[in-house]
């Protein structure tokens, strides 16, 4: 076939497919145009989930009758006047393509005023020259986009049913809510509300509104600065996970954006906290000088990309991190608060963090144990291999007050009062009881020791060596990760042509399963590349390996320094892999189970 130049229409209606591919698409352009317009009111609504029908109102500035006929004029526009302008851009629309882009592929009418004298009607049908007219109308904009699509079947016929268009709708409507929580929106269809929310004095009520006020107790407040970002909102704690990212909001200089750096960032300050799969909301919100961030690499604006993608990402992990984790405050001399009388004392958060007990069996003999030795030379070398996790984490100002832990209990109202099954602690506090999984509350403790870089644990050497047997593949990967493994207490030498020979293992570790812990860790080396996700995985494998287990009968010191240790870790709501450390039964939950109305 011979090459011809297309035909002006069909070439703006093949154009617009790359800013408008569904209803969605058009409700975030005309919402966006509201916002940078001033708007502190929006209003959609909807016909058929959008497809027949999308209407969006708003109180904005208007445009005077030049700037709306002009404004369905491909690549006109009021934002930019020089490509150098677009390093700099700060409003949400600038390329000029939205209104011609949805006027083209549906019949198109926008009426407007600045509220001064007339307003203007502008008619477009499906990218047809447009129609200007005097119209009576409030200042603000109306813009009304009926039968999408109707003139470009082929694209027509790939959208979905009503209720998931409204439900792409409503998505990206709360994103935009959430990132202008200044601005009351509005979502409706056939006299139903979809979504109403009133203008919010701040992002926390604002979040309230959306996730209802149970959710927003359990998000916690977001301040951090680094080199050019400053990161601030809300992010939930590790307890409250959804099964995707649609409760994820994160903005760039008010932009609401899909970056996949970003929500990667997310992901590493949640690792080791939640399961795979699982998503903690996040009201995110991310200043950075515009010259720092490309704005136009994509028609859709939703794609962003920095000058910096590692600093962008490292500054979304420890912020959130940051607001997530806790340290237990200074000691402090104080009294007890007046209460109930038990029969042994409560635990008390003022004599610091204890050693971990060695929860060993009673008839094993007591070998004296040689003098434990620093990692910190380990480290040293092996730090172009794998940076320790300690090593990115800001330092905490001083004093530091921890936040909520949620529905955990202060530590001062507990009472240990036993063991159940070999497997479970049971911990009073003044009108309930709580279960602890011993197993997985101490690993969350040791992990959170291991993570610290003001108490490292130390390596201790075995008066017997434990050999391990591998396989073929094992013991080749082994010879090759020795000094890798030494980075975290694994000191082991070849002995034979299958097996190594371990004599010093992290502290932790001491009479616990050593073999099972070194394959494990053997695994983590093997099946992830170098940095923070094979660190990760390798200290949550020591952890596990270091913990009680269940059946193992503790004693009571043991039972609450265990406790204790568990409640002053920085994350103690979930073990390192996301699953509940403890439930809670209330006294009267068990009255009514006793027939005590």
């Given at each position: 076939m011979n090459i011809q130049v297309l035909d002006p229409l069909v070439a703006q209606q093949v154009a617009a497919g790359e800013v408008v591919d569904r209803p969605a698409s058009v409700v975030k352009e005309l919402v966006e145009n509201s916002l940078d317009a001033g708007a502190t009111r929006v209003e959609v609504e909807l016909g058929d989930g959008g497809t027949s029908r999308i209407l969006v109102r708003d109180d904005g500035s208007g445009m005077p009758a030049e700037d709306a006929r002009l404004s369905v004029v491909r690549h006109a526009t009021s934002k930019i006047r020089t490509a150098g302008d677009i390093e700099s851009v700060t409003t949400l629309g600038f390329r000029g393509e939205a209104l011609p882009s949805v006027a083209s592929?549906?019949?198109?009418?926008?009426?407007?005023?600045?509220?001064?004298?007339?307003g203007t009607k502008v008619v477009v049908d499906g990218g047809s020259p447009a129609e200007v007219s005097s119209a009576a109308h409030p200042q603000g904009t109306t813009v009304l986009v009926d039968r999408i699509f109707y003139n470009v079947p082929a694209r027509r016929a790939f959208l979905k049913g009503a209720r998931s268009e409204r439900a792409a709708i409503t998505e990206t409507l709360t994103h935009l809510a959430t990132a202008h929580p200044e601005v009351a929106f509005r979502l409706s269809e056939n006299g139903r509300d979809y979504l109403s929310l009133p203008v919010a004095s701040d992002l926390l009520e604002r979040l309230a509104q959306i996730h209802g006020v149970a959710k927003a107790r359990a998000m916690r407040r977001v301040e951090y600065t680094s080199g050019a970002f400053e990161v601030a909102g809300y992010a939930a704690l590790p307890s409250l996970t959804e099964g995707s990212r649609a409760h994820q909001t994160i903005s760039v200089n008010g932009r609401f954006v899909r970056a996949d750096n970003l929500n990667r960032g997310l992901d590493d300050a949640y690792r080791q906290t939640v399961p795979s799969g699982r998503y903690p909301p996040a009201a995110l919100r991310i200043t950075v000088d515009p010259r720092r961030v490309d704005v136009n690499v994509h028609p859709t604006k939703q794609v962003v990309r920095?000058?910096?993608?590692?600093?962008?990402?490292?500054?979304?992990?420890?912020?959130?991190?940051?607001?997530?984790?806790w340290r237990p405050p200074s000691p402090i001399a104080a009294p007890h608060q007046a209460g109930r009388t038990f029969m042994q004392d409560r635990l008390s958060p003022t004599s610091g963090r204890p050693h971990a007990p060695s929860f060993a069996a009673e008839d094993r003999p007591a070998y004296p144990a040689p003098p434990a030795r620093s990692l910190q030379e380990a480290r040293e070398r092996m730090s172009e291999a794998s940076r320790p996790l300690s090593e990115i984490r800001e330092p905490y100002p001083e004093p530091y007050e921890p936040p909520e832990r949620g529905d955990l209990p202060p530590l001062e109202d507990l009472r240990v009062i036993g063991q159940l099954a070999a497997g479970y602690i049971l911990v009073e506090e003044p009108e309930s009881l709580w279960v602890v999984d011993q197993h997985v509350a101490h690993e969350r403790a040791i992990l959170d020791r291991l993570n610290d870089a003001e108490s490292p644990a130390g390596v201790q050497s075995l008066l017997i060596p434990e050999v391990v047997e591998l396989s073929a593949s094992e013991a080749m990967k082994a010879a090759e990760s020795l000094e890798e493994l030494s980075v975290y207490g694994f000191e082991a030498e070849p002995f034979g042509p299958r097996s190594m020979r371990v004599t010093a293992v992290i502290s932790t570790l001491a009479d616990r399963d050593i073999a099972g812990a070194f394959k494990d860790a053997l695994a983590a080396v093997s099946g992830t590349g170098p940095g923070h996700s094979r660190e990760d995985r390798i200290l949550a494998t020591i952890a596990c390996h270091s913990a009680v287990k269940m059946g193992d009968r503790l004693s009571q010191p043991e039972m609450e320094a265990l406790v204790k240790d568990w409640l002053t870790s920085r994350l103690p709501a979930t073990c390192p892999h996301g699953r509940s450390i403890c439930f809670r039964l209330g006294i009267n939950e068990i009255g009514r189970k006793l027939d005590r109305h």
């Open positions: 592929v549906s019949a198109f009418t926008l009426t407007t005023s600045t509220g001064d004298g007339a920095f000058s910096e993608e590692r600093a962008a990402r490292g500054s979304v992990a420890a912020a959130v991190r940051e607001a997530i984790e």
